[in-house]
């Protein structure tokens, strides 16, 4: 009889999860961008030039990226200003996942507080024009080598040639169910 109760509990519980994963994001300020192209299986956007706070990992073993981004957003700076959260959390690939990024809301592209220590960088990253290929899943190396390896094919039937490394772009929490996440793979192209 326990089961039989519970069978209906679990499955109405299915989409508040659902919706509830993705309003996670919704009310967060998102890296601006304007849709070039969208065709051949894949995205082609304008980013203009944007302010970024940026780490790198250590050597140490410990991975503590994402928390030294997060302690310089919650005034771990020299203004001891709290900043907003946005989206995406940028990963490079070019240097096998060295450097995050978190995006700097716009009213701070010209006056973003410094950080306290070395290990944070607040820095401009310039404008591009950049192929994307959005998936969904969890943060995996093969299934991002994987999506990597079919945007750079996508890019050579296309006749467009990268000019830099790739990007990797996370849109949720880690709490958000595997099959939920917006993620992408971004590789910049010539134009």
Known sequence: MKKLFLLPLALAGVPVLL?????TRIGYETADYRLKENARGFEL???PAMT????????NGRDERFMRLFRYISGSNE???KIAMTTPVFMDRAEERQEMMFVLPAKLEKSAPKAIGEAVEVKRVPARTMAVLRYNGSDSRERERGMEDKLRGLLKKAGLKP???SLFAYYDPPW??????????LIPVER
């Open 19 to 23: 919706v509830s994963c993705g309003a």
């Open 45 to 47: 956007r304008e980013y």
């Open 176 to 185: 958000t169910p595997g099959f939920a996440r917006r993620n992408e793979v």
């Open 52 to 59: 970024v706070a940026a780490t790198r990992a250590k050597s």
């Open 163 to 165: 000019s830099g490394g």
């Open 79 to 81: 203004e001891r200003k």
